[in-house]
């Protein structure tokens, strides 16, 4: 059975101080309201990230994240963090390929492929990030697009090593624009992508893959996003800033 996922994508957003109120209420709603089978991941700024797990305790169903990590080992790279720092702060998930890193920090798909076998190495499980822009869309080759930036960030790793994956499919179109991609559309696209993770890896493995949906989900939406076959959970950005909204869409399931 492939796990449901809720992972909360901070940006860089929150003071110290407002992460940890953010945190408290999060676990505060969680242990009073949430009793299904749904787990939260929190990706913090790097730096809330030991502070947050200390939080976090031995809550249950909720984990840290990060957004990014190195695509280096070690070594002499200022303002750099390693998979190996992560991991030995408890780290357990980490964002690899956001499209924000891609068109902001132009990460290409060869550097996101060495960040997700170094994640892996260090015991940290990658989310993956892939979708399409609105041109790509509007010019009708986003499956193929998408399917591009699995095989190119993906499918150089073992059939072990690629069942640790969590992919999120994120349309750039409907990152923080308030644009939900359709729960059709939605559909398409993640049974599109678990086609072509079967069509390498075989069945067994695609049905086990977790695929999140990201892209103005919210409480409203995430239901009928949730109720599709094969979006397995979500990537959330503006709505994991409000505990209120994180716990109701986790609760979504
Ligand atoms: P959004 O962001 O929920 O604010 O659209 C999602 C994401 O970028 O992961």
Redesign the pocket.
């Not at 409907?174 to 624009?177: D, V």
């Not at 990201?214 to 919210?218: E, T, V």
């Given at each position: 059975m492939r796990k449901k996922i809720v992972a909360g994508?901070w940006?860089m957003n929150m003071t110290f101080e407002e992460g940890q109120t953010l945190t408290s209420e999060i676990l505060n709603m969680m242990k009073d309201e949430h009793s299904g089978d749904a787990i939260a991941v929190l990706n913090p700024p790097f730096p809330h990230i030991f502070p947050v797990k200390k939080l976090i305790g031995e809550a249950k169903g909720v984990f840290i994240g990060a957004q990014n990590c190195s695509d280096k080992e070690a070594g002499a790279f200022t303002g750099e963090v390693s998979a190996k720092i992560l991991a030995s702060f408890g780290v357990q998930y980490v964002?690899i390929g956001?499209?924000?890193r891609r068109e902001y920090f132009k990460e290409s798909n060869e550097m996101l492929a060495t960040k997700v076998k170094l994640a892996l190495a260090n015991g940290l499980i990658p989310i993956f990030?892939c979708g399409e822009s609105l041109e790509i869309r509007t010019a009708g080759t986003h499956e193929p697009n998408v399917k591009f930036q699995l095989t190119e960030g993906l499918f150089d790793l073992s059939t072990e090593d690629f069942a640790k994956i969590v992919i999120?499919y994120?349309p750039i179109w409907?990152?923080?624009?308030g644009k939900t991609a359709t729960s059709e559309e939605a559909q398409e696209m993640h049974a599109a992508l678990r086609r072509h993770v079967a069509s390498k890896y075989g069945k067994d493995i695609a049905e086990n893959t977790s695929i999140l949906y990201?892209?103005?989900?919210?409480p409203k939406n995430a239901q009928e996003l949730f109720g599709k076959p094969d979006v397995d959970g979500g990537?959330?950005?503006?709505?994991?800033l409000k505990s209120r909204d994180f716990v109701d869409i986790i609760k979504s399931f």
């Open positions: 994508n940006k964002i956001h499209s924000e990030c999120a994120e409907a990152i923080g624009t990201g892209g103005s989900c919210n990537l959330i950005g503006g709505a994991s």
